[in-house]
């Protein structure tokens, strides 16, 4: 009984989940429960005694915690949650003791301090209980300068109910490809040192439990909210136990200082599949992380110019484009690269942000005027952290590159060092000079090379530049790009409003892809784009009915030269163009849910509507089934006692081998939630490298 009277606990809780914390006297807390909510008045004394794990031969006569930051000291056997290094490269091992708490409904901030070594430690938790979300940030403050090779953000432990985690990897035009790996003893590790997000480790991690699927079960899942290089670590100590630990990448803090901290580590639980999880991030960017200069408008089509001139700006050209653009249903145009300098291809000019008057001898302003006199608005690119050599920045200030002077190029590039004071004010006069001097509404923000070390200075002075411009240009809308998909995350997110997913524009990528990215990112921020015929980055040929159809599951916007569109083609992107803006002001609040297809030919999801009251899915096949008919599509998300009106939208798409007639090829039908979750929908035949898009109504 004494140990109970001995025992701090802490809890944040909403109506799905509870979140416990608790701590043995002075030492640091632990998290001893997190999963669904508690019944009102458990005593949380009783649960932290019932969490009390045995010792048996062979261990230490007591078991070292798993805190929220696990200290060497107390022979924890795994990864520490600190690793340190005074003035003169001792290595400090901390042993923090309680020093207080803050406390309210949604939030918890536990102070600690270790008096011998003049440090204190802070791990913050927060709840945020329209969403479900938590958010735990650690912070360090030293008295005298250290060195800080790891701070992980507060440790959660990993279930012990599940058999596999769900990390991502992925390459330029192939993002977010999922690993899943068997937790086995020992750590599962990734330590991204490119300096971004990268395209190669998105900062994500799901824990399904056993028997979990995207639509049942019980999961967790994990995101680092922070632009530069990024550690996880999942290991599975001796005893069992598991933890999960998140941080910048080992040694990325490059100085010295007093004062560190971690970005936001976003944690959710979910009792509804894998889908849980993805709601609660989708919902909580969308909307508590977002800041978009005009949350009333609706997202506009876009159209980007790229793909159809790349470097050859040409102004009659470009009108022409633009005037076709606009009547498919464009209502942005991007400027894409070859604006500035003498940028006629990627060797040259980044770094000369002065508009090119051999392309515009009369500046951009004829220009834009055509595209406002077309019904559009005006976008333009920028890729400011970059330099050529061979450029008048470079001939200038060779000095304000990041890293060797003879490291290898990145698509002919190299960094520039933003954390400098004079390069951030050259960066931040020359782009205030274009959005000063033009009605800009849009900028495109790219990033083409990976650091040539490992720098988080960096990724905190891009943070601090965004800001800037954003608080003197707060109708301009920024995009995250970085060679499509290599920056992407909430830390980014929180001052950008949409991201490029990837540069490959082929839809059956971009199925996937799109698939994949719907675990954490909503409609509002997901770029993509109707692509040329034959796609510039995989030579593959697919009809316009899918990649229109594949575009307008996010953001919609068009990349190709719209002259090469036959009459048939246009007037089929004009269509479902017309759909989307249709559809776009109760799409951009649905719920993105994956749905699990017992075809593996098959990549499906449903956008339920906020209020439930209608919902549309999309069933991509991208490539042949192993049997001959279709299996039937269980959707996800609905009522079991509701009855919905089914239609198939795009029947007119059924091939002539489909010589049947199942009801949706010729009619809608009446069904009830359970029926269409239990058995599923059956949809005619059709080839591979098609989708079907099926549209229900709540009655």
Same mark, same amino acid.
């Given at each position: 009984?004494?140990?109970?009277?001995?025992?701090?606990?802490?809890?944040?809780?909403?109506?799905?989940?509870?979140?416990?914390?608790?701590?043995?006297?002075?030492?640091?807390?632990?998290?001893?429960?997190?999963?669904?909510?508690?019944?009102?008045?458990?005593?949380?004394?009783?649960?932290?005694?019932?969490?009390?794990?045995?010792?048996?031969?062979?261990?230490?006569?007591?078991?070292?915690?798993?805190?929220?930051?696990?200290?060497?000291?107390?022979?924890?056997?795994?990864?520490?949650?600190?690793?340190?290094?005074?003035?003169?490269?001792?290595?400090?091992?901390?042993?923090?003791?309680?020093?207080?708490?803050?406390?309210?409904?949604?939030?918890?901030?536990?102070?600690?301090?270790?008096?011998?070594?003049?440090?204190?430690?802070?791990?913050?938790?927060?709840?945020?209980?329209?969403?479900?979300?938590?958010?735990?940030?650690?912070?360090?403050?030293?008295?005298?300068?250290?060195?800080?090779?790891?701070?992980?953000?507060?440790?959660?432990?990993?279930?012990?109910?599940?058999?596999?985690?769900?990390?991502?990897?992925?390459?330029?035009?192939?993002?977010?490809?999922?690993?899943?790996?068997?937790?086995?003893?020992?750590?599962?590790?990734?330590?991204?040192?490119?300096?971004?997000?990268?395209?190669?480790?998105?900062?994500?991690?799901?824990?399904?439990?056993?028997?979990?699927?995207?639509?049942?079960?019980?999961?967790?899942?994990?995101?680092?909210?922070?632009?530069?290089?990024?550690?996880?670590?999942?290991?599975?100590?001796?005893?069992?136990?598991?933890?999960?630990?998140?941080?910048?990448?080992?040694?990325?803090?490059?100085?010295?200082?007093?004062?560190?901290?971690?970005?936001?580590?976003?944690?959710?639980?979910?009792?509804?599949?894998?889908?849980?999880?993805?709601?609660?991030?989708?919902?909580?960017?969308?909307?508590?992380?977002?800041?978009?200069?005009?949350?009333?408008?609706?997202?506009?089509?876009?159209?980007?110019?790229?793909?159809? *001139?790349?470097? &050859? #700006?040409?102004?009659?050209?470009?009108?022409?484009?633009?005037? $076709? @653009?606009? =009547?498919?249903? %464009?209502?942005?145009?991007?400027?894409?690269?070859?604006?500035?300098?003498?940028?006629?291809?990627?060797?040259?000019?980044?770094?000369?942000?002065?508009?090119?008057?051999?392309?515009?001898?009369?500046?951009?302003?004829?220009?834009?005027?055509?595209?406002?006199?077309?019904?559009?608005?005006?976008?333009?690119?920028?890729?400011?952290?970059?330099?050529?050599?061979?450029?008048?920045?470079?001939?200038?200030?060779?000095?304000?590159?990041?890293?060797?002077?003879?490291?290898?190029?990145?698509?002919?590039?190299?960094?520039?060092?933003?954390?400098?004071?004079?390069?951030?004010?050259?960066?931040?006069?020359?782009?205030?000079?274009?959005?000063?001097?033009?009605?800009?509404?849009? *900028?495109?923000? &790219? #990033?083409?090379?990976?650091?040539?070390?490992?720098?988080?200075? $960096? @990724?905190? =002075?891009?943070? %601090?530049?965004?800001?800037?411009?954003?608080?003197?240009?707060?109708?301009?809308?920024?995009?995250?790009?970085?060679?499509?998909?290599?920056?992407?995350?909430?830390?980014?997110?929180?001052?950008?409003?949409?991201?490029?997913?990837?540069?490959?524009?082929?839809?059956?990528?971009?199925?996937?892809?799109?698939?994949?990215?719907?675990?954490?990112?909503?409609?509002?921020?997901?770029?993509?784009?109707?692509?040329?015929?034959?796609?510039?980055?995989?030579?593959?040929?697919?009809?316009?009915?899918?990649?229109?159809?594949?575009?307008?599951?996010?953001?919609?916007?068009?990349?190709?030269?719209?002259?090469?569109?036959?009459?048939?083609?246009?007037?089929?992107?004009?269509?479902?163009?017309?759909?989307?803006?249709?559809?776009?002001?109760?799409?951009?609040?649905?719920?993105?849910?994956?749905?699990?297809?017992?075809?593996?030919?098959?990549?499906?999801?449903?956008?339920?509507?906020?209020?439930?009251?209608?919902?549309?899915?999309?069933?991509?096949?991208?490539?042949?089934?192993?049997?001959?008919?279709?299996?039937?599509?269980?959707?996800?998300?609905?009522?079991?006692?509701?009855?919905?009106?089914?239609?198939?939208?795009?029947?007119?798409?059924?091939?002539?081998?489909?010589?049947?007639?199942?009801?949706?090829?010729?009619?809608?039908?009446?069904?009830?939630?359970?029926?269409?979750?239990?058995?599923?929908?059956?949809?005619?035949?059709?080839?591979?490298?098609?989708?079907?898009?099926?549209?229900?109504?709540?009655?």
């Amino acid at each position: 009984m004494s140990r109970r009277e001995d025992t701090r606990c802490w809890a944040l809780e909403d109506h799905n989940q509870s979140l416990i914390l608790a701590a043995h006297g002075d030492d640091l807390a632990e998290i001893i429960y997190w999963g669904p909510r508690l019944p009102e008045g458990s005593d949380l004394k009783m649960i932290a005694a019932a969490s009390r794990m045995d010792v048996t031969g062979g261990m230490l006569d007591a078991v070292p915690p798993l805190s929220i930051c696990p200290e060497a000291r107390r022979t924890f056997p795994g990864q520490p949650g600190l690793s340190l290094a005074d003035a003169t490269g001792k290595a400090l091992l901390p042993l923090f003791t309680f020093d207080r708490v803050e406390e309210s409904d949604q939030a918890i901030s536990l102070h600690y301090r270790d008096a011998e070594h003049g440090l204190r430690y802070q791990a913050k938790f927060e709840l945020t209980r329209k969403t479900g979300m938590i958010r735990a940030q650690a912070s360090l403050i030293s008295e005298r300068p250290i060195s800080v090779n790891w701070l992980s953000a507060p440790v959660f432990p990993a279930p012990q109910n599940g058999q596999d985690m769900i990390d991502f990897h992925g390459r330029w035009i192939g993002e977010f490809q999922t690993s899943r790996t068997p937790w086995s003893a020992g750590a599962r590790l990734r330590d991204n040192p490119t300096g971004r997000t990268g395209h190669e480790y998105f900062p994500g991690l799901i824990l399904p439990c056993t028997g979990a699927t995207n639509t049942q079960g019980s999961a967790y899942a994990f995101h680092y909210g922070w632009s530069g290089g990024h550690k996880m670590l999942a290991e599975e100590l001796p005893d069992g136990r598991r933890q999960i630990q998140w941080g910048h990448a080992t040694g990325s803090r490059r100085n010295p200082g007093t004062r560190f901290e971690t970005a936001p580590l976003y944690a959710v639980f979910s009792d509804q599949g894998i889908n849980g999880c993805a709601v609660t991030f989708q919902r909580h960017l969308r909307d508590e992380i977002l800041r978009p200069p005009a949350p009333a408008r609706p997202r506009p089509v876009h159209y980007n110019c790229w793909e159809a *001139v790349y470097f &050859d #700006h040409d102004h009659a050209t470009l009108c022409d484009i633009a005037s $076709q @653009a606009a =009547a498919l249903g %464009a209502e942005r145009f991007v400027l894409d690269d070859g604006w500035f300098g003498k940028r006629d291809d990627d060797t040259s000019s980044l770094g000369d942000w002065a508009i090119d008057a051999r392309k515009y001898p009369d500046g951009l302003m004829p220009l834009i005027e055509h595209v406002h006199a077309a019904g559009m608005t005006f976008g333009i690119w920028f890729e400011p952290e970059m330099i050529n050599p061979d450029s008048d920045l470079f001939r200038a200030h060779p000095d304000w590159v990041l890293g060797d002077r003879d490291q290898v190029l990145g698509r002919q590039q190299m960094v520039l060092n933003i954390a400098l004071p004079e390069v951030q004010a050259y960066l931040y006069d020359h782009i205030a000079a274009v959005l000063s001097d033009h009605p800009i509404d849009y *900028v495109k923000w &790219d #990033h083409n090379r990976v650091l040539p070390e490992p720098d988080s200075a $960096q @990724a905190e =002075a891009v943070y %601090a530049l965004f800001d800037r411009l954003r608080a003197d240009f707060p109708q301009v809308e920024f995009e995250s790009c970085s060679s499509g998909g290599g920056r992407i995350d909430f830390g980014i997110l929180s001052r950008t409003h949409r991201v490029w997913l990837s540069d490959s524009n082929d839809p059956i990528e971009r199925l996937r892809i799109q698939h994949e990215a719907a675990l954490f990112l909503p409609m509002v921020v997901t770029g993509s784009h109707v692509g040329p015929r034959t796609c510039h980055t995989s030579g593959r040929v697919t009809d316009i009915r899918l990649r229109a159809w594949v575009a307008a599951q996010r953001h919609m916007g068009f990349e190709m030269d719209p002259r090469e569109l036959t009459e048939e083609e246009a007037d089929i992107l004009r269509q479902v163009t017309r759909w989307w803006k249709d559809n776009r002001h109760w799409t951009e609040r649905a719920d993105i849910l994956r749905l699990d297809s017992d075809d593996p030919a098959v990549i499906a999801e449903l956008q339920r509507a906020e209020d439930g009251s209608r919902f549309v899915a999309f069933s991509g096949l991208r490539e042949p089934s192993a049997q001959i008919l279709p299996r039937p599509l269980r959707l996800a998300g609905l009522e079991p006692d509701a009855h919905y009106e089914i239609r198939l939208l795009n029947r007119e798409d059924a091939p002539g081998l489909s010589r049947g007639s199942p009801l949706l090829k010729t009619g809608t039908a009446t069904l009830s939630g359970q029926y269409l979750m239990h058995q599923g929908i059956t949809l005619p035949w059709t080839f591979p490298q098609s989708i079907w898009v099926i549209e229900g109504t709540r009655l």
